[in-house]
């Protein structure tokens, strides 16, 4: 909220001497935007705000330069948000695109709690970020294999569950109304193990015919486990 804003460099004249300007006058920051009663607040509806209901809030947006010194200057947009309802506290969101639409930095923030829960599911069920390579390059190479085996078991169990419904599996210490990525992965396992067939010398005296039972729990304990 206290962002150092600026206007851009102004352009260089001809002849003027001297190092070139990084950027222009200082600009209000979102928090006196905020306190200043002349702000011209914009009314904006988000379609899926958290918990997938629409939400109307008021919001004020500019573009300008953010810079701090050290460092070089960054052309932004950023979107003041106030709540109506009075539910949360006035936030502001910056995008270093400046032709993004607030529109598109509100929902894209609101996304973000499904695209964290994809990296921490990507990094726990596949293995992104834990892969034992020294190469850059080859680290550059599988990580995005491994985002696209993850899109690919998800298509697989969505097309799966509509013909079958998928386990959810529970915990003692906690329930589960919807599938995770370790359910869905654990489908898309069984369902390939399906067409995986297993045969011995019936003369082995190691053999022991076990029930479907017990088959279909050691398979499904070995999907989550694999």
């Known amino acids: ?33 905020l306190d200043d009663p002349k702000t011209q607040w914009i009314k904006l509806e988000v379609e899926h705000w958290y918990g997938g209901d629409k939400r109307e809030l ?12 050290g460092h070089d200057p960054v052309l932004i947009r950023w979107v003041l948000v106030r709540d109506p309802q009075g539910e949360f506290d006035p936030q502001t969101f910056v995008s270093t695109n400046p032709d993004h639409t607030p ?22 069920q596949m293995g992104i970020e834990t892969q034992r390579q020294w190469s850059d390059l080859a ?17 697989m169990a ?8 998928m386990a959810v599996r529970t915990a003692a210490w906690y329930e589960k109304e919807l599938p995770t990525f370790a ?13 995986c067939h297993f045969s011995t010398s019936s003369q082995s005296r190691d053999v022991l015919k076990v029930s479907r039972s017990l088959l279909e729990r050691l398979t499904e304990a070995v999907s989550y486990a694999a």
């Open 1 to 33: 909220m206290d962002a150092e804003l600026w206007d851009p460099a102004p352009e260089r004249k001809p002849g003027q001497n001297g190092r070139p300007r990084v950027k222009g006058a200082r600009r209000p920051s979102p928090q006196q935007g």
């Open 58 to 69: 008021e919001i004020y947006t500019e573009t300008c330069v953010w810079y701090k010194s």
């Open 103 to 124: 529109l598109q930095i509100l929902t894209w923030f609101v996304r973000r709690w499904r695209m964290e829960v994809t990296f921490e599911e990507a990094r726990a």
């Open 139 to 155: 680290i550059a190479r599988t990580t995005p294999a491994l985002f696209g085996i993850f899109s690919i078991v998800t298509l």
């Open 158 to 165: 969505n097309q799966l569950t509509k013909s079958q419904k």
């Open 183 to 195: 359910d869905t992965i654990a489908l898309v396992r069984r369902c390939m193990w399906s067409n």
